[in-house]
């Protein structure tokens, strides 16, 4: 049997550290699931930065490429504040999300039971809470031509951005977010301001016409980004998938994540399109940041980088059992009371970093 | 004294049963005030539309320079589904945004006392909360070119959308922004995607100047827009006036609107700039939409509009003392109990929309 192929990318902050706990349930996988991994590990951000000033290298994404999944920490830095639009840290996880072709950027926001009071919303409100944001990550504004800032003749200046969605862009992530419905609930909300923008008209007509033809027994509705934000907030409960452009989906996935209070538990897939070769590139994270404020203190919450690891094992190995074993650890191990910094509440035990990735393997 | 020139646009769904409520503040302030208004009346969005074929009359444009403030009930209607892009209702409010340079959008999200229970959030995160969002208008991705659907070689199309900021486009509004925190709370916290984004960047960085050159006195802070969803559902206290772009102030005041638990309450102003004469356009309109499922029954919520009518006296007309005393009758007639069906309470007296607007002159 091959060794699974894993591309580890630590990167800023407090990612280091996250990803280390992922390392224990490597080793348990190895010893206890008859699994074993080749890992590779390599430098982004930041730290990639300080050592080869680039956020990322050609070389990197080879390596991607020759992965069968990319595990990523997190990216940014405040020490590099000041360098030039091109170098800033988080170009790595964006060239990343290019070269490679990682389309469709599956956000989960869930609550856990043992966490719902840490919502700020009311526990009637988001008990239960369960919705699936499927994001396009490679079009859109954020890399649409042209764009740049000019100097006009008067020395004033002008920024501009170009929104592009193409109509096989937008198929190709309605379809992964119709695909996931029929595993849920079986319903996709479409999110953009159509109202407003052309690019938006586009994406509602190109997705109406991929669930006529494709997907007919998926439920699906459309609404309004500024309404969508409104009804996140109202009543969450109302979306079982929603899928969205690049910028929208940046800030309703990021919202949805806080309706669930614990932003240290989300994790998220970020998926390319199958190869001639079936393989699929595809790159795992957790939702929060580098968090620079904590990092290096062996406080930070490892649960949304060894979820982010579960969905690898779901998504891009096929494993199931595995997969489902993690997530009910984590939920097992968070009932019996252990609380990392960011999720403690009165009159659970309060653990660090390790303790806490210890805790889920001995759960396993 | 010369009468204030008012020109009054209801527009849809429940816009002129609302607007109507205004109309006995605006008989109060006659007889009791002293005042007089010169009031005329059109047509906008889909009433427009019916009568005349377009969502709005370059006419009314005309109406809206001669008059001293507009005052908008709202726009959107199902039944114009259909119609194409430049047809559609809300035609009317952006062409009136773009055509009088109605560049600063004011949304206050303040939760009233009476009603900290009608949040989702939970009232220890939402009591006291004021903030006010300023937003531009004119500008962004809302307006840019290029923009348009076009079809490719091969049949597929292509949506595309382009946004565009100049450096005296965000000069005006963020010093709509420093000036309005100097008589608050002297914090301006200014929301982009520079991190993604480069007329996001050159946003931070004129308002950065301004700020320097201009405002030194007032606390200047940044945050991206995803962050910043996330914050205001994390802690919305935190905020005094947020400044931003077009689109996403659309979806960011849209969130914030909603941490209050009361749509129907809601007022906003939009500003344009002071004309040689001194004069300065301004619309002022309730943040709620046009609600259809609601409309004709009489039992909207009219405070919004009432609210929106309120700004107008003191933005437009500098009437301080009488835009605080609809502002206390409104918080007086609520603390005694009346309630729209949209803020219904246990225990509280639930009434129709002219019953509230009555209830709010009789308290003056
Ligand atoms: C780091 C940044 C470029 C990125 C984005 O805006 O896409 C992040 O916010 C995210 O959502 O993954
Ligand atoms: C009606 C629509 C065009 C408008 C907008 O997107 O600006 C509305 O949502 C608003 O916020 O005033």
Redesign the pocket.
């Known amino acids: 049997k091959q060794p699974v192929k894993l591309l580890v990318l630590p990167g800023d902050g407090i990612g280091p550290e996250v990803v280390r706990e992922v390392g224990r349930i490597i080793a348990w996988l190895e010893k206890k699931r008859g699994l074993t991994f080749e890992l590779t590990e390599d430098l982004v951000g930041g730290a990639s930065l300080a050592e080869y000033g680039v956020p990322i290298r050609d070389e990197v994404i080879e390596k991607a490429w020759a992965a069968d999944a990319v595990l990523f920490g997190s ?2 830095d405040p020490k590099w504040g000041h360098v030039s639009f091109d170098k800033r840290p ?1 170009v790595a ?2 060239k990343l999300r290019q070269e490679l072709g990682l389309f469709a ?1 599956l956000r989960p926001a869930k609550v856990f039971d043992a966490l719902v009071d840490s919502s700020t919303l009311k526990p009637d409100v988001v008990r239960g809470l369960d919705i699936m944001i499927v994001r396009e ?1 490679v079009g859109g504004i ?1 890399f649409g031509d042209p764009r740049g800032i000019e100097t006009l003749p008067d020395g004033s200046k002008r920024g501009i951005n170009t929104e592009v969605y193409t109509t096989s862009e937008i198929q190709r992530v309605a379809r992964v977010a119709f695909d996931l419905a029929r595993k849920r609930d079986n319903r996709v909300c479409s999110v953009e301001k159509c109202n407003v923008m052309e690019s938006g008209l586009l994406w509602k007509e190109v997705v109406t016409d991929v669930h006529a033809r494709e997907f007919p027994d998926v439920t699906l509705s459309h609404m309004l980004a500024d309404n969508c934000a409104m009804q996140l907030v109202r009543n969450p409960r109302q979306f079982d998938v929603l899928v969205t452009g ?1 910028l929208f989906g ?1 800030i309703l ?2 919202l949805a994540s806080m309706l669930t209070g614990s932003l240290g538990m989300l994790p998220s897939a970020t998926l390319g399109a199958e190869q001639a070769d079936g393989r699929r590139p595809a790159l795992y994270e957790p939702i929060h ?1 580098s968090a620079p404020d904590i990092a290096g203190q062996g406080i930070a919450n490892p649960i949304a980088q060894i979820l982010s690891f579960a969905m690898l094992l779901r998504y891009s190995l096929n494993l199931q059992t595995e997969a489902d074993m993690i997530e009910q650890a984590v939920s097992n191990v968070l009932a019996s009371g252990l609380r990392t910094a960011d999720i403690m509440a009165e009159g659970m035990a309060r653990v660090g970093t390790s303790v806490m990735g210890e805790a889920i393997v001995r759960e396993l």
């Open positions: 990216v940014g988080e996880i964006l950027n990550t954020y690049n940046d996935s990021d940041g």
